[in-house]
């Protein structure tokens, strides 16, 4: 158990809907990341969060957003969901940023199935 | 697109042999680090070589990196059952922002121990 979880396991919906994912990382991090896999693009970094604030922005979609809250946990929203966005999404989290590297850790992910 | 290709894509060997995964990258990196993934499970860090350092253990598990080569290989040796995962490794791209991090995942290699 990495300490990060993540809300819900599954979800299930139809496509062209919008849907928002949970994640509350590890005591005492900062930083949460998002991350998509699927069986065609792999494993790929959506965006980072430090205390609140935007830090690193990798391929997500205009149709994507995320926010870290004051109490550290994070969402992702996904809107006007298509069939291609079926998949994994982690969440992870790390330490404070002033470590010149960062061990990440994983939440156990929120499967999204688009009908 | 991915950063890291891993090498094979799949291993299939015998409990107790010695499993050797390679990754390779193309950018200038910070680290690189190995992650383990159950079926359909989330990301567990295994071990993280900086990108100073040549080799690094950890139990049965034997890292290198040859940046001049850009690449990296995960030695784990007298594997058992367990080990049967997917290994990916992840590049820390240098970034301008202070505490940015994006990680970048390779397609991993799909590790089987056979009893």
């Known amino acids: 158990d990495s300490g990060v979880t993540q809300t819900p396991k599954h979800l299930i919906t139809a496509t062209g809907q919008r849907v928002t994912l949970r994640c509350s990382p590890r005591?005492?991090?900062?930083?949460v990341y998002w991350y998509q896999q699927s069986l065609d693009q792999g494993l790929q970094f959506l965006i980072q969060?430090?205390?609140?604030?935007?830090?690193a922005k990798g391929n997500i979609l205009e149709r994507f957003s995320a926010q870290q809250f004051p109490d550290l946990h994070s969402e992702l929203n996904l809107s006007s969901l298509e069939l291609g966005d079926s998949a994994l999404y982690f969440c992870?989290?790390?330490?404070?940023?002033?470590?010149?590297?960062?061990?990440?850790?994983f939440g156990p992910g929120t499967r999204l199935t688009v009908l | 697109s991915q950063q890291g290709e891993e090498d094979p894509q799949a291993l299939s060997i015998q409990e107790g042999e010695n499993a050797t995964m390679n990754c390779s990258y193309k950018?200038?990196?910070?680290?690189l680090q190995w992650y383990r993934q159950n079926s359909g499970r989330g990301l567990v860090h295994l071990i993280l070589?900086?990108?100073?350092?040549r080799e690094k253990h950890s139990g049965r598990l034997r890292v290198t990196l040859d940046t001049s080569k850009k690449s990296s290989s995960l030695l784990i040796t007298a594997s058992r059952a367990a080990d049967t995962a997917s290994y990916f490794c992840?590049?820390?791209?240098?970034?301008?922002?202070?505490?940015?991090?994006?990680?970048?995942f390779g397609q991993g290699t799909r590790l089987t121990i056979n009893p």
């Open positions: 992870a989290s790390s330490l404070s940023e002033l470590r010149a590297y960062n061990e990440q850790f």
């Open positions: 005591s005492g991090d900062l930083s």
């Open positions: 969060y430090y205390n609140g604030e935007e830090r």
């Open positions: 950018t200038s990196i910070n680290n």
């Open positions: 070589i900086r990108s100073n350092e």
């Open positions: 992840a590049t820390d791209k240098r970034v301008i922002i202070q505490g940015a991090q994006k990680l970048v």
